[in-house]
């Protein structure tokens, strides 16, 4: 498994949400095991604590749906969907966003999407499950949290939003184990 590290570093961020509001960003197919639901529910208890982030979500799935009622219903604001994009603005949404966030349940034989965001020097963090720790080094290249638990996957992405260096510091791992 790789990626084109260069066409990740390289990329450039998206302008429009360059606006001083933090990034985090999901890719992935809306699904149960991929751990949607579980990030709009971290992000709702961001939004309740003061946190302003907008988070970004690429993709799409058979979950779309809940997930768009989930945010309806509950006023949830700072969530956009982006439905699929190229892989060259996907590239560009890695750079532009502070946290990439993986909360996937299990069933992850690798995770390219980690790689991805690495290469672009951009901090992590995801499930501590099987796939993802051959990938992710705890406490380097990311925040590795229990799965489906959303309180400690919005403490984590709290964490790095709040502490530039530390994303940083991660970012650059990243880009080197990438």
Known sequence: ????????????????????TPNVLFVGRHEPRKGLLDLLKAHRVLRRSGERSRLLIVGSGPQEREARRYVATRGLKGVEFLGRVSDAEKAQLYKTAEVYVSPATGGESFGIVLLEAMAAGTAIVCSDIHGYKGVVRRGREGLLVPPRQPRELATAIDTLLDDPDLRARMGAAGRERA
């Open 1 to 20: 498994n790789g990626v084109d590290v260069a066409r990740f570093a390289n990329a450039v961020p998206i302008a429009r949400w360059q606006d001083g």
